[in-house]
């Protein structure tokens, strides 16, 4: 934690200590500078509630289509462009893509996101939580990360995608190579095993939509394989990975760390998992405000088109932006003096920013929520005790540009 006035020396989002406690230093951001750029980077960091939402809301003057891939320190090794170059050109279709295709890339999956559909999944996901909870429940001491909260949204996104045979495992080794190399802080040897893990990943990816283009069932890999778009004609096969893989990837991490998060807070609050099992009304707001506090996205790129001015700061043209969600989320200017709290059974003056705003605001951001209520709902009543297995001071974080992710959550369970 930094000092009034210390964090131009400091703040060093690359660091890999920075998740650990990255909340003194959005603190001083918002006070001191909430336009800050980075002299390590030139990156401008945006750390209030009201300039993040400014910049989320004006996708032409602040665009997504930024390559966070090639953003790595020192450029990619030679062996990764060898890989990368056997496998498939990239595709702009959702969450990099602010042109007039953006709408029509999104309409083909936002239907697998509406309330029928959800109503439909929620029978597979309470039984997937009930089991992983008798699971738990036969171990006693578990590590919540390995036990729940990575294969939950694992198992659901996998029958979403239609990917169901391929395993916790695998599909867990995929999307982590898919989140470290947007993350840009790995080791030479990582980035080489992560491109390879990554071609791996599409290739099987490529191989199931023609398994299904000739076989459809009720996955969304069977609809985009099979789907005509605008000129009558099938997607490709480069906008067919861009879309399944975003989905893969956006689908689980983010849950898994929001519940980690929120496991997290109840091992250190008896009273909180107390309150919730008695007013299960509650749950719907101790989601909201997990995903406030925890913010497992805590931010995103964006790419200044001209040149412009954010609260007073010149913002050139091509600039680099990156918008914490986090630090938005914990503004006193908009959550109060208390914003840095959990508050139950009040209405929040603002919406969190968690899944994002405007037009890349999160398209699975109703399926997480129903993860996430369905498991801390069955998690409050399945056990009496929840406690940490092991001191506040041996949890740990990955380093990571912009995810937030506990590396294990030892608790007690009884
Ligand atoms: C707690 C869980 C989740 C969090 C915190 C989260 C967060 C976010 C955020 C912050 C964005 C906006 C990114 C930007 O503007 O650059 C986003 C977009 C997106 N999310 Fe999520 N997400 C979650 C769960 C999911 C799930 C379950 C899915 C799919 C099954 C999903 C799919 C996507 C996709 C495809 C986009 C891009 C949308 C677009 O560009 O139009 N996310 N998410």
Same mark, same amino acid.
């Given at each position: 934690m930094?000092?009034?006035?210390?964090?131009?020396?400091?703040?060093?989002?690359k660091?890999?200590?920075f998740?650990e406690?990255?909340?003194?230093?959005?603190?001083?951001l918002?006070?001191?500078?909430?336009?800050?750029?980075?002299?390590r980077?030139?990156?401008?960091f945006?750390a209030?509630?009201?300039?993040?939402?400014?910049?989320?809301?004006q996708?032409?003057?602040?665009s997504?289509?930024?390559?966070r891939a090639g953003?790595?320190?020192?450029?990619?090794?030679?062996?990764?462009?060898?890989?990368?170059?056997?496998?498939w050109?990239?595709?702009?279709?959702m969450?990099?893509?602010?042109?007039?295709?953006?709408?029509m890339?999104?309409?083909?999956?936002s239907?697998?996101?509406?309330?029928?559909?959800?109503k439909?999944?929620?029978?597979f996901?309470a039984?997937?939580?009930?089991q992983?909870?008798?699971?738990?429940?036969?171990?006693?001491t578990?590590d919540?990360?390995?036990?729940f909260a990575?294969?939950?949204?694992i198992?659901?996104?996998?029958?979403y995608?239609?990917?169901e045979?391929y395993g916790v495992?695998?599909?867990k080794?995929w999307s982590d190579?898919?989140?470290?190399?947007?993350?840009?802080?790995?080791s030479?040897?990582?980035?080489?095993?992560?491109?390879?893990?990554?071609?791996?990943?599409?290739?099987?990816?490529?191989?199931?939509?023609n398994?299904r283009?000739?076989?459809?069932?009720?996955?969304?890999?069977?609809?985009?394989?099979?789907?005509?778009?605008?000129?009558?004609?099938?997607?490709?096969?480069?906008?067919?990975?861009?879309?399944?893989t975003?989905?893969?990837?956006?689908g689980?991490?983010t849950?898994t760390?929001t519940?980690?998060?929120?496991?997290?807070r109840?091992?250190?609050d008896?009273a &909180?998992?107390?309150? =919730?099992?008695? *007013?299960p009304?509650?749950? !719907?707001?101790?989601?909201? %405000?997990?995903?406030r506090? @925890? /913010?497992?996205?805590?931010g995103?790129?964006?790419?200044?088109?001209?040149?412009?001015?954010?609260?007073?700061?010149?913002?050139?043209?091509?600039?680099?932006?990156?918008?914490?969600?986090a630090?938005?989320?914990?503004?006193?200017?908009?959550?109060?003096?208390?914003?840095e709290?959990?508050?139950?059974?009040?209405?929040q003056p603002?919406?969190?920013?968690?899944?994002?705003?405007?037009?890349h605001?999160c398209v699975?951001?109703?399926?997480?929520? &129903?993860?996430?209520? =369905?498991?801390? *709902?069955?998690?409050?009543? !399945?056990?009496?005790?929840? %406690?940490?297995?092991?001191? @506040? /001071?041996?949890?740990?974080y990955?380093?990571?540009?912009?995810?937030?992710?506990?590396?294990?959550?030892?608790?007690s369970?009884g």
């Open positions: 930094m000092g009034e006035g210390e964090f131009a020396a400091d703040f060093d989002p660091a890999d200590a998740m406690d990255p909340w003194g230093f959005y603190r001083a918002r006070r001191e500078a909430p336009v800050y750029r980075d002299p980077s030139d990156i401008f945006i209030a509630y009201d300039l993040v939402d400014e910049v989320m809301k996708p032409a003057l602040f997504s289509a930024v390559d953003m790595r320190k020192g450029g990619l090794p030679a062996r990764v462009l060898e890989i990368k170059a056997q496998g050109t990239p595709a702009l279709t969450s990099h893509n602010d042109t007039a295709s953006h709408p890339y999104r309409g083909l999956v239907p697998f996101f509406t309330p029928r559909k959800l439909a999944i929620e029978p996901v039984d997937h939580t009930a992983l909870i008798e699971a738990m429940r036969a171990k006693g578990v919540f990360l390995t036990d990575v294969p939950l949204p198992a659901v996104i996998a029958r995608l239609g990917l045979d495992e695998t599909l080794n190579a898919f989140a470290d190399e947007i993350g840009f802080m790995t030479d040897e990582r980035a080489i095993e992560v491109a390879e893990l990554c071609f791996e990943c599409h290739k099987t990816m490529i191989d199931r939509c398994e283009r000739a076989d459809p069932r009720d996955d969304i890999i069977s609809h985009l394989a099979t789907t005509r778009i605008e000129d009558d004609r099938l997607l490709n096969e480069s906008e067919l990975l861009s879309i399944l975003q989905l893969l990837v956006a689980n991490e849950t760390n519940l980690a998060g929120g496991m997290r109840l091992a250190r008896a &909180l998992a107390a309150e =919730l099992r008695a *007013e009304k509650k749950i !719907a707001d101790f989601v909201e %405000e997990t995903l506090l @925890e /913010s497992p996205v805590q995103q790129f964006r790419k200044a088109t001209e040149d412009t001015v954010l609260a007073g700061v010149p913002v050139p043209k091509d600039a680099l932006l990156h918008v914490r969600f630090s938005a989320n914990r503004d006193e200017t908009i959550y109060g003096d208390s914003a709290a959990m508050k139950l059974g009040t209405r603002k919406p969190h920013v968690a899944f994002g705003a405007g037009m605001f699975g951001a109703m399926l997480s929520r &129903l993860e996430l209520r =369905l498991a801390f *709902e069955q998690l409050v009543n !399945a056990f009496e005790t929840i %406690e940490l297995a092991v001191p @506040e /001071s041996d949890l740990h990955h380093p990571h540009f912009h995810l937030r992710a506990l590396k294990a959550l030892p608790i369970l």
